[in-house]
């Protein structure tokens, strides 16, 4: 037997090595499900399968990346790095590029985000004299987002009755004429959002034979991860890529299926076995992440769905801690007790930062926990919110990039044609625009020609319109002549962008201009990426060849980057912080979920009908069931949202935890110490030290008693205790002595120095 089953359990081997025909597994969290599309890519290897015939599709470039890795580990790296194996997004964005002319649009596309495609309706609700208030930028935006990923185009959503009546309901029945012209002005700008990704890939596959043929072909195994929650369009464009082969294996869990407000479709599962009936299915019950408490805690919860297909999961791992529930006053001291937590953990079972994971339902959640964590030098990272990619100056200079390499991309032209400012004013842009509506030409081919299209300007203006262009159009030019990192520097410097940046000596101006320095290291990083070996794909045959890694190819990896993804190798060793969505699919050593109050989790959204409730029961199922060792729930009574304070009522999740799993009475670990900005904070610190005093005077308690420790035997890594600042573990010690010093981290108070011969530590242990 290959040495790689030894690693499997019997239920797995048969699902990985069932190479042949369609396979589903449905299984439960932490069963293996991802472990078996993994080993099931090296087993395919290993029995001699070329790895350019194997499809790999995950839900996001974080998992695509961890099973790449994961794979490299089991059959090397030269094998591994040519298996197809990405998000449906980044797979289909590759293919797009090179058969994406068969539908008009150059392989130098831009990829629209978010905000370009909001930032796009605006200007669409304005030509159309729409209010914005009625005509929500980001309402309508999901409405077309959902309608393309059920595959329906902008002309049938238009022709369509029952959706025109839909949109009367909700008062925005101009959403088809909003859908349309977003449409064409995306195809003019030569730009896709994130949906089109999934809608043009299906169009390739159902307009042209043989493109679905050559794809058919190559593909000759497809697997896909976290099924559960593909959309329609995800669905249909596996099955026609499978429909030749059907080498297929899908795995998925339907309790954990969280999108089902994107369009997700737990109906792909059950239909399965309608489009496959010869499909193999395979059960995975046994979980090896969690202890026996987390995963019986979480089948107690997930029991009380009525939608679901009934599993069993069992662990034989220990039986492990019982969860641990903090109620909190306010949602500041919500975030002083977690990271309080986080920092007695870390000392009594010596773990990593990265070892905790803190899970929220929405990101504006972060601020508080962020807040304490800084306060006791807890090292954090955010996945999702405010990431690297969406700050303001990081999205200006890629709109600089942007445009350089897709000169049509009107969303960017917007953005910098007047940043840093250069006097072209409003009125200049909508004339501009208004030309370009006319002409059917991109803004910045009218604003190359501008005194042959538009009226009205002045001398003055169309110089300095000119000079923005002709720059451009330069930078276009050397586009395929320098590296990407050359031509980036010159573009942040010659636009003037670097200069402006420098000019504000603010705290936050200087941050900006690092982060901008940043994101020029990430160009220069990936200019200078080893010149490797090129793959022929049709033949697999190797070839050295000189490549120039030039600023278009930097775009196209940056363009995918989702909110879940920009993590790098320094930010190893962190506390994670993020949303549930996010965190689907990974895992953790100990897992705090917070805000578990009614209206935040379950969400406000989701209190009108069965169906919404139980997604949300689900997501509070996928979170519980990231943890390995110990999961913590906390709640806050009063919570400032939007504005105001909001006064809460527990979940109602937290009363359907099974009562013994829970640990009692719920233990209030004392957030004191933590001296906040608010007066709040300070009371505390006063009640806190009232009560160290009274510790100490009445002699109860660990606080500090006894004789003190001689300064020679504390030493790093050492815990101890100080008669103020209680309980710390010692980080360094330096000098000799009456001049011995260390630093010590306190749970209650943080990073302290002090001179030993003073401080009085008493060993702890
Ligand atoms: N047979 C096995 N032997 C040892 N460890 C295993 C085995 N199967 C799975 N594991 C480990 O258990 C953990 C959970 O596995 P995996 O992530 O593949 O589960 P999953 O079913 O994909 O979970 P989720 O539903 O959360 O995506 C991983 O750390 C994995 O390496
Ligand atoms: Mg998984």
Redesign the pocket.
């Known amino acids: 037997m290959s040495q790689l089953l030894k ?3 019997e239920a ?1 081997q048969l699902a990985v090595t069932s190479s042949d025909g369609p396979v589903m597994v449905i ?10 599309l993994t080993y099931r890519v090296a087993y395919l290897l290993e029995q001699g399968v070329d790895p350019f015939n194997i499809l790999a599709l995950t839900f996001t470039n974080k998992a695509a990346r961890e099973m790449k890795e994961r794979v490299i580990g089991l059959v090397g790296s030269q094998e591994a790095r040519n298996v197809w194996m990405g998000t449906f997004h980044s797979i289909f964005a590759r293919i797009l590029r090179v058969e994406g002319h068969l539908l008009g649009f150059p392989s130098n596309f831009t990829i629209y985000d978010t905000d370009d495609s909001k930032s796009l309706i605006k200007t669409i609700l304005k030509d159309l004299s729409l209010d914005p208030k009625i005509y929500v930028p980001g309402a309508v935006l999901s409405r077309i987002s959902s309608a393309k990923s059920n595959l329906i185009s902008a002309e049938e959503y238009k022709a369509n009755s029952a959706i025109e009546e839909q949109d009367r309901i909700a008062n925005r029945p101009q959403t088809g004429e909003i859908f349309l012209h977003y449409k064409t002005r995306c195809f003019k700008a030569a730009a896709m959002d994130f949906d089109d990704l999934l809608f043009n890939m299906n169009l390739l596959l159902r307009d042209f034979p043989e493109v679905l043929f050559k794809y058919q072909q190559k593909f000759r195994y497809i697997l896909v991860d ?1 099924y559960q929650d593909t959309n329609f369009a995800q669905y249909l464009i596996v099955k026609k890529l499978a429909a030749r082969n059907e080498n297929i294996c899908v ?1 998925g ?1 339907d309790a ?1 299926s969280i999108y089902g407000f994107r369009g997700a479709n737990i109906q792909n599962i059950l239909n399965f076995r309608k489009d496959y009936p010869d499909a193999k299915t395979f059960k ?1 019950e046994q979980n ?2 969690s202890t026996k408490m987390i995963v019986n805690a979480a089948n107690s919860i997930i029991a009380k769905n009525k939608d679901q297909i009934f599993k069993e999961v069992w662990t034989e791992n220990e039986e492990g801690k019982l969860i641990r529930i903090l109620k909190a006053n306010s949602d500041t001291e919500e975030g002083n007790m977690v990271a309080n937590a986080v920092f007695e953990t870390k000392m009594n079972q010596h773990c990593q930062n990265s070892d905790f994971a803190i899970l929220y339902r929405t990101n504006a959640q972060s601020r508080a926990i962020e807040e304490s964590l800084r306060r006791l030098n807890i090292p954090y990272r955010i996945y999702g919110g405010l990431s690297f990619y969406k700050r303001k100056e990081i999205k200006d200079l890629l709109a600089y990039f942007r445009l350089v390499v897709n000169p049509r991309d009107d969303e960017a032209f917007n953005r910098i044609i007047n940043y840093p400012a250069r006097g072209i004013g409003k009125t200049t842009l909508e004339k501009i625009e208004l030309a370009a509506g006319v002409s059917g030409k991109s803004l910045f081919e009218v604003a190359s020609a501008a005194t042959h299209y538009v009226k009205g300007l002045n001398s003055g203006t169309i110089s300095k319109i000119e000079e923005f262009t002709t720059m451009i159009a330069a930078f276009h030019q050397q586009l395929q002549v320098l590296n990407a990192y050359e031509l980036a520097i010159k573009i942040a410097r010659n636009s003037g962008l670097l200069k402006e940046l420098a000019a504000d000596d603010t705290d936050e101006g200087q941050s900006r201009v690092q982060n901008t320095e940043e994101l020029l290291n990430a160009v220069k990083d990936f200019s200078e990426k080893e010149q490797t070996l090129f793959p022929d794909e049709e033949t697999g045959e190797l070839s050295a060849a000189e490549v120039t890694r030039t600023l278009d190819k930097f775009m196209q990896e940056v363009a995918l980057l989702t909110d879940a993804d920009s993590d790098d190798k320094d930010d190893m060793n962190k506390v994670v912080l993020m949303t549930i969505h996010a965190a ?2 990974l ?1 953790f050593p100990y897992v705090f979920i917070v805000g578990l109050e009614e209206n935040l989790f379950p969400s406000v959204m989701s209190l009108q009908s069965r169906a919404d409730i139980e997604e949300e029961r689900r997501l509070f199922y996928v979170a519980l ?2 943890a390995e060792k110990q999961v913590i729930l906390s709640y806050a009574e009063t919570r400032y949202r939007w504005g105001n304070m909001t006064m809460n009522e527990p979940s109602r999740f937290l009363d359907e935890i099974e009562e013994s799993f829970i640990e009692k009475p719920a233990r209030k670990i004392s957030s004191s110490g933590l001296t906040g900005k608010s007066g709040d904070g300070l009371r505390k610190e006063s009640v806190f030290i009232k009560k160290q005093l009274k510790k100490i005077s009445t002699a109860e308690g660990p606080a500090v008693q006894g004789a003190e420790t001689p300064p020679e035997l504390i030493q790093p890594g050492v815990e101890v205790e100080h008669e103020r600042f209680g309980k710390g573990k010692v980080l360094s010690v330096e000098g000799s002595g009456p001049n011995m010093k260390a630093t010590v981290f306190f749970a209650a108070v943080g990073q302290k120095q002090l001179l030993l011969k003073f401080a009085k530590l008493r060993l702890v242990n």
């Open positions: 690693e499997l359990n797995q299984a439960g969290a932490g069963s293996g499900k991802t472990r078996v976290e795995v869990d954990q995975l090896y992440r689907k699919g895992e069931t990231r």
